[in-house]
């Protein structure tokens, strides 16, 4: 058997040939292709990520708070309509009438009546909605804005009445015409998306485009 026999130099060649095909193996395994796309989410961060999406779409529903109301019902104020002890007024089960003007002072209010024809109490609770009609149906002016504070809770026993108060002024304290005089009143109680009529016996005209409600209080009013 022949032995080979390296000198000096022929150590450090093959030394060096080693150390290039170890360095060409490296080379080889860190430049295999890694899978394209985002870098992996840990379960808590994906989970942040949903809530503030969460909060943000949240924070774009909230769009229908205008002071006019009328067409599209009354407002409830707060995150309950009523207290735990009494459910909602629904219009399918309240009486409304039209009080007598009330004139003083160059201003004109109305009591809007609501009554309970239920059989157990219920809560009304904030404003509500309310238009002008005339005796042909049609719609006169604009919806009442609200006035006044927001109010509490009422809760309106069996038999009982609660109350808003409608506001405008007399002719000639504004330049702004008179509206042509309603024979109704169209009311939805706070909440509801069920509107209610009255009549106005004597006419119901707002002058100066200004025509307001207030919240619901307790009683029958004046």
């Excluded at 080889?28 to 994906?46: F, H, I, L, N, Y």
């Excluded at 804005?145 to 009445?161: D, I, N």
């Excluded at 409608?166 to 024979?183: E, M, R, V, Y």
Aim: hydrophobic content about 35%.
């Amino acid at each position: 058997m022949s032995h080979i026999t390296l000198t000096s130099r022929g150590k450090v060649v093959v030394a060096t040939m080693a150390a290039v095909a170890a360095m060409g193996v490296t080379a080889c395994q860190g430049s295999e292709p890694k899978p394209e796309g985002k870098a992996p989410v840990s379960a808590a961060s994906q989970a942040e990520q949903d809530g503030q999406e969460g909060q943000d779409g949240q924070g774009t529903q909230d769009g229908q708070n205008s002071d006019a109301t009328g067409w599209a019902g009354g407002e409830d104020i707060g995150s309950k309509a009523g207290s735990a002890d009494s459910a909602r007024c629904e219009s399918s089960s309240m009486g409304l009438r039209v009080g007598r003007a009330d004139i003083g002072a160059g201003n004109i209010r109305y009591s809007l009546v609501f009554t309970n024809k239920g059989r157990s109490a219920c809560t009304l609770n904030g404003f509500p909605g309310a238009s002008l009609l005339a005796r042909d149906g049609q719609r006169i002016g604009k919806p009442a804005e609200r006035e006044g504070a927001k109010g509490k809770p009422v809760t309106v026993p069996a038999g009982g009445s609660a109350h808003a108060v409608l506001h405008t002024i007399n002719d000639g304290l504004s330049d702004k015409p008179c509206w042509k005089s309603a024979s109704l009143v169209q009311a939805y109680p706070p909440g509801s998306k069920e509107a209610m009529t009255a009549r106005v016996s004597s006419g119901l005209r707002v002058c100066g485009d200004e025509f307001t409600v207030t919240a619901v209080e307790p009683g029958a009013g004046a």
